[in-house]
């Protein structure tokens, strides 16, 4: 769908266009890292710190409104964020540059005087809980508490980091523990400005940032107190229940095994960096890697291992080595030799010693990285410099944690020498442990068994271990980048992206970008397909296809993305997207790997049938989570012809053979069409051979019937329609409430009010929402363009165990009217000046290069092409009025309205309490096993009348003889 093109310029305004984005800003940001973390939580009290960390930004003495801050923010562009670390939390926060200087004022007031207020406090309490709970059915999150559970009694590591309801209001009122009192000891000893560190990034000069900083950070209180220390707490998992086989039932259908060792701290050897080292060799992923060998055996999908430098991972008291293997069915069974091959690899690089010649070809993929890197945003950038200043001397606080300075075969031998068996734990975790698991982790409710690692495999690991001859050091790596030239301008040097080749196959848009002077380049590729959408079994084949692509590059790839190019491969609504980046030195040798594989894709039957079951559990996966079903219900509802994800799931169930998948290749390859952008450091004659490549190598077809790339999207009636569905997964809690407003076809000036009318509505929402009525944690309005049919939506995530749904919309309903009573008693400056703002932020310039590649690829996947599509904008902005707003927003809001509301109802504490005996769409049962979710028939998915009393609405009719009764837009 084409938008509208009545509102262009002349070239002079072209010109001033250019102008203006030459000179435009980037946003200003600062962060501030305190030296204090949960490590530091009174025994008394989990989660104290974690806590403060909300309870600071609740106004100060100076400026006292609640959300203040965020108000001020949101009305200038900005936005901020806030994390707790073990030992370190952080604050950061960017803004337009002409507002920077009085939002450090506002903010640093949160370090000299916060309120944090009594009447804040139970309210508060409910955002962090609701967080928690959002947290709960992430195994990532699971895995870590498990982890820190097996630490010795009275070490930090064991503490509940989160803090929930339970421990941060239930107890303290049993105990009679004030947490006012505690929270503002807690500040007043640990907020204290000689531990803490601060970065600010603005045009500015640094004379200047200075002297703010100076001015306005001077009354920062310093206690003189000792930084708390907990270096002298070494060996937490010097434990008994250290190495042992823990069985874990995760909440995801995933196989996973986790090698994981436990060493002394490694953070003073950032120089040598041998974690790095190590773990490049154990996730190497070329011939004669652990993982290649697993992948042979189709034991194994993926293998990440190291240390993420997070708290969790590296503090003042251990450093963790991990090594995570994402397991087939068949490495499931055979979890034991998987771990031996890994002990193999392991003895082997003992045995061998670190090796200068891969340590110096790592260092130097590290310096070109350095060298090369695209800026990064403002906000980010200031937030690592602030941690790096609280880890590394001055002369390293930007190379730090990035580069590899000095070889040390001492330093990595004798953390190679700790990988040994007796000292590894093992973690396996399968939906096949449920009702074999009879121990419960006490905050996350996981549940997981302790068993001795059987002990003929310890004395085979601990003996004189054979080497497998299957295990090989990588190789020299053929990618690294060695010519570093800019490429000068052409005729093509345009502002826009311009078409240089088209034919009935395909086409290529080029733009050469001399604005970013970068050594790197973007090539992207959507090859569209009629097939596709035919089916829902096509749909998954389309999915087999691209995982089995990834699994056939991912050896001959692996050198490349080691040598920092990047690829990605996925399965688009309407065709296949390739997308590769980096150097431009190596990287058509990447895209023609890539091409070639494809030109010549084979599944073996063994191949197909791992990626047919992983598929299964990859659809489930992302089903039990809340916000993916409320968002595939919306689309299955909204957009004509889409296939869920249950209808995609269902497919494979019914069964799929390797025969079919060769037969939907082949259709796929022999008729297409081909519409690629390559942007970066690549004449245009460079450029069209990539197009040349694709259509030489895969020798198809034009196009018999036009592809449409969008879905037609259907007309909501004039009334509100409610569609309730349960959650998938047992035992969550969450909930997720989507209203939603159906406006029309997108018009670019109705998209830019709509933008208007979300930014205006963001802080209200969250203030009214979270902060007065505690609903959840994520609370948001947001635009909505659903294959160019535009609305409005407003999102919150709550807990069926605190609220049921009908309360939850009932509440949105009482923010959208109030908003309304707010929107019309905006004055006209108001209005005037959260549109500048917003045209402030069309007009900031793009960080890098990827930006702009993401905003033109848009563009073009799309086929809209409006490559000025933010001058547009702007232009568009400039030109509106508040009564224009107030109408627009009153008229889709009123009784006359096309409103969907989506429900995704969690599972309460009471069962059989009114919001839960609603029918539930869910999965078909599946042989595999429940996993602990709620099954049913998809054909249950009900839109529901809406009735005085929304608790008491019924079934009006059956969700798909609903869709067919719908009219299209035009």
């Known amino acids: 769908m084409e938008e509208e093109s009545d509102e262009g310029g002349d070239e002079d305004d072209d010109w001033e266009w250019k102008k203006k984005r030459e000179n435009a800003e980037k946003q200003s940001a ?13 025994t008394d009290l989990p989660g104290l710190a974690h806590f403060l960390e909300h309870m600071v930004f609740m106004g100060s003495e100076k400026y006292p409104s609640e959300n203040g801050f965020d108000t001020f923010l949101k009305k200038r562009g900005g936005s901020d964020n806030a994390s707790t670390d073990c030992e370190r939390t952080v604050f950061q926060f960017d803004v337009q540059r002409k507002s920077f200087k009085e939002a450090l004022d506002r903010w640093a007031q949160f370090f000299i005087c916060p309120l944090m207020i009594r009447d804040a406090i139970d309210r508060e309490v409910e955002a962090v809980d609701s967080e928690y709970q959002l947290a709960k059915p992430s195994d990532s999150h699971r895995k870590e508490m498990l982890f820190g559970s097996l630490a010795k009694p009275g070490h930090p590591m064991a503490k509940f980091c989160w803090g929930n309801a339970q421990t941060l209001k239930q107890e303290p009122k049993q105990k009679k523990i004030s947490v006012y009192k505690q929270l503002r000891a807690f ?48 060996d937490p998992f010097d434990t008994p229940f250290f190495n042992k086989l823990y069985r874990v039932v995760p909440v995801r259908k995933v196989h996973a095994l986790n090698i994981t060792w436990a060493l002394s701290p490694q953070a003073k050897h950032y120089r040598v960096k041998p974690l790095q080292y190590i773990s490049w060799l154990i996730g190497h992923e070329g011939p004669g890697s652990i993982l290649s060998v697993l992948r042979r055996r189709c034991w194994a999908l993926a293998l990440v291992g190291g240390n993420s430098e997070t708290g969790f991972d590296q503090n003042t008291t251990y450093s963790i080595f991990s090594i995570s293997i994402t397991l087939t069915d068949k490495g499931f069974q055979n979890f034991y030799q998987v771990t031996h091959l890994v002990f193999q690899y392991l003895k082997m690089l003992q045995l061998l010693g670190p090796q200068k010649r891969i340590y110096e070809e790592i260092q130097k993929i590290e310096a070109n990285e350095f060298r090369y890197q695209e800026e990064s945003d403002p906000i980010e950038y200031v937030e690592d410099v602030c941690e790096n200043m609280q880890l590394f001397p001055k002369e390293d606080l930007l190379t730090g944690d990035q580069l590899m300075f000095d070889f040390s075969r001492e330093v990595i031998g004798a953390a190679l020498s700790l990988l040994t068996p007796e000292k590894a734990n093992l973690m396996l975790l399968s939906p096949e442990h449920e009702g074999r698991c009879p121990l419960r982790e006490k905050w996350f409710g996981t549940q997981y068994s302790v068993e001795d690692i059987q002990p003929e495999w310890l004395e085979r690991w601990m003996g004189n271990l054979e080497l497998s001859s299957d295990l090989l050091l990588p190789a020299e790596n053929r990618f690294i980048a060695t010519n570093f030239t800019l490429k000068p301008s052409d005729c093509l040097d345009t502002e826009f992206p311009v078409r240089i080749t088209n034919s009935d196959r395909g086409c290529l848009w080029y733009k050469k970008n001399n604005k970013f002077k970068t050594l790197k380049a973007y090539i992207r590729f959507h090859l569209i397909s009629p097939v596709i959408q035919q089916s829902a079994k096509n749909v998954v084949l389309l999915d087999l296809l691209v995982n089995i692509l990834g699994h056939n590059l991912a050896e001959p790839a692996y050198e490349a993305e080691v040598a920092q190019l990047e690829y990605k491969l996925v399965a688009g609504e309407h065709g296949l997207v390739i997308k590769v980046n980096g150097f431009d030195d190596k990287l058509p040798l990447l895209f023609r790997l890539i091409v070639d594989h494809l030109a010549d894709f084979k599944a073996p039957p063994d191949v197909f049938s791992m990626f047919s079951e992983q598929l299964k559990k990859t659809y489930f996966n992302v089903l039990i989570k809340p916000a993916k079903l409320n968002k595939e219900v919306r689309l299955l509802i909204l957009e004509h012809g889409r296939w869920s994800m249950v209808d995609k799931y269902q497919a494979l169930v019914a069964g799929l053979t390797g025969d079919e998948l060769t037969d939907f290749v082949r259709g796929f390859k022999a008729e297409l069409y081909a519409e690629g952008l390559v942007q970066g450091n690549f004449s245009s004659h460079e450029s069209g051979g990539f197009l040349q490549y694709v259509t030489d190598k895969l020798q198809f077809s034009k196009l018999s019937v036009e592809v449409p790339v969008m879905f037609r999207v259907v007309e909501l009636p004039r009334q509100h329609h409610i569609c309730k569905v349960k959650s998938l997964n047992k035992g969550d809690a969450n909930s997720e409430v989507t209203v939603y407003y159906q406006t029309g076809s997108k018009d670019l000036r109705e998209h830019t009010l709509v933008e208007v009318l979300v930014m205006l509505m963001e802080q209200p929402c969250f203030d009214f929402l979270r902060t007065k009525e505690t609903l959840g944690y994520h609370v948001y309005p947001a635009c909505r363009n659903t294959s160019g049919i535009l609305g409005f939506s407003v999102t919150v995530q709550t807990q069926a165990s605190k609220f049921n749904t009908e309360l939850t919309e009932l509440k949105i309903e009482e923010f959208l009217v109030s908003f309304g009573e707010t929107l019309d008693a905006l004055s006209e400056e108001a209005f005037n000046t959260q549109v500048s703002t917003l045209v402030k932020l069309k007009e900031c310039d793009d960080t890098h290069l990827g930006d702009e590649v993401d905003r033109n690829w848009t563009e073009v996947v799309t086929q809209q092409y409006m490559f000025d599509r933010l001058n547009r904008e702007t232009k568009a902005l400039k030109q509106m009025r508040r009564g224009e707003l107030l109408s627009w927003f009153f008229d889709h809001r009123g009784p006359n309205s096309r409103k969907l509301s989506v429900h995704v109802v969690g599972f309460g504490a009471e069962e059989g309490d009114g919001q839960n005996d609603d029918q539930g769409g869910g999965l078909p049962a599946q042989g595999e096993g429940s996993g602990g979710s709620a099954y049913g028939e998809v054909s249950r998915l009900t839109i529901l009348a809406p009735s005085p009393k929304m608790a008491a609405a019924t079934p009006i009719m059956d969700i798909n003889a609903f869709i067919r009764e719908l009219p299209f837009f035009p």
Request: proline share 7%; net charge positive.
């Open 187 to 234: 500040w007043k000893k640990h907020y204290s400005a000689h531990y803490m560190t601060l970065a600010v990034q603005s045009k500015e000069k640094l004379d200047t940032l200075e002297k703010w900083v100076r001015e306005i950070f001077s009354k920062v209180p310093n206690n003189g107190l000792p930084k708390p220390d907990f270096s002298d707490m070494l």
């Open 30 to 42: 600062a962060a501030l890292c305190v030296g204090v973390g949960s490590f530091s939580d009174p």
